[in-house]
């Protein structure tokens, strides 16, 4: 990292220690995850995992809270581009589709969903993560008249979360068997029958 300050290099390296933290959740577990494998990973010293991060539990939250805040964010872009709620959570289902249960992200959050049940701290800030993306899907049902739009807010992250982690278990689940009962969830009623 010649030519660059101290403050660039500093940096770049917290930026290699949590892509590589990202990646060792979902590949190891995060209980498998020591600060020597994690500087291995990252390509620094052992020592730069404490410099820069308080202990290799915080540097783990960290980079596991950022993953997740992207991928929230970007299944939360479906929803703003549909035409409607219920389109925009089809979307967001078939986009989850690409994961088997079994694949590195899948396994971060549900390594990460595990180390929050045993880490007060950790299982606040994700507990936050998904109240803003429930907010956000609740506003959108409320906007388009959805009779119950905190409780159908609230199915669609049950189906979301029981999907991806069912995956696992049964290849042949897709979102094209589940998409019609998650759209009879999401759309706002009229004249006492569904649209």
């Given at each position: 990292?010649?030519g660059?300050?101290?403050?660039e290099?500093g940096?770049?390296?917290?930026?290699?220690?949590?892509?590589?933290?990202?990646?060792l959740?979902?590949e190891?577990?995060?209980?498998?995850?020591?600060?020597?494998?994690?500087?291995?990973?990252?390509?620094?010293?052992?020592?730069?995992?404490h410099y820069?991060?308080?202990?290799?539990q915080?540097?783990l939250?960290?980079?596991?809270l950022?993953?997740?805040?992207?991928?929230?964010?970007?299944?939360?872009?479906a929803l703003?581009?549909?035409?409607?709620?219920a389109?925009g959570?089809?979307?967001m289902l078939?986009?989850?589709?690409?994961?088997?249960?079994?694949?590195?992200a899948?396994?971060l959050?549900?390594?990460?969903?595990?180390?929050?049940?045993?880490?007060?701290?950790?299982?606040?800030?994700?507990?936050?993560?998904v109240?803003?993306?429930?907010?956000?899907?609740?506003?959108?049902?409320?906007?388009a008249?959805?009779?119950?739009?905190?409780g159908a807010?609230?199915?669609?992250?049950a189906?979301?979360?029981?999907?991806?982690?069912h995956k696992?278990?049964?290849?042949?689940?897709s979102?094209?068997?589940i998409a019609p009962?998650?759209?009879?969830?999401?759309?706002?009623?009229?004249?006492g029958?569904h649209r």
């Amino acid at each position: 990292m010649p030519g660059q300050t101290n403050s660039e290099r500093g940096r770049v390296v917290r930026a290699r220690l949590l892509a590589a933290a990202g990646e060792l959740i979902g590949e190891l577990g995060w209980s498998a995850v020591s600060t020597r494998v994690l500087a291995e990973r990252a390509g620094v010293r052992p020592g730069l995992v404490h410099y820069h991060f308080e202990s290799l539990q915080a540097l783990l939250c960290h980079a596991a809270l950022e993953e997740m805040q992207q991928m929230l964010d970007g299944t939360m872009a479906a929803l703003t581009q549909a035409t409607s709620p219920a389109d925009g959570i089809e979307m967001m289902l078939f986009g989850l589709d690409q994961y088997n249960g079994s694949d590195p992200a899948s396994l971060l959050f549900i390594e990460t969903y595990l180390a929050a049940t045993r880490d007060r701290e950790l299982r606040t800030k994700m507990s936050a993560l998904v109240a803003g993306f429930r907010g956000s899907l609740t506003d959108a049902l409320t906007r388009a008249g959805h009779p119950s739009p905190q409780g159908a807010a609230s199915a669609v992250m049950a189906v979301f979360d029981g999907f991806v982690l069912h995956k696992g278990l049964d290849p042949d689940l897709s979102a094209t068997r589940i998409a019609p009962l998650l759209r009879r969830i999401t759309t706002a009623e009229e004249n006492g029958e569904h649209r």
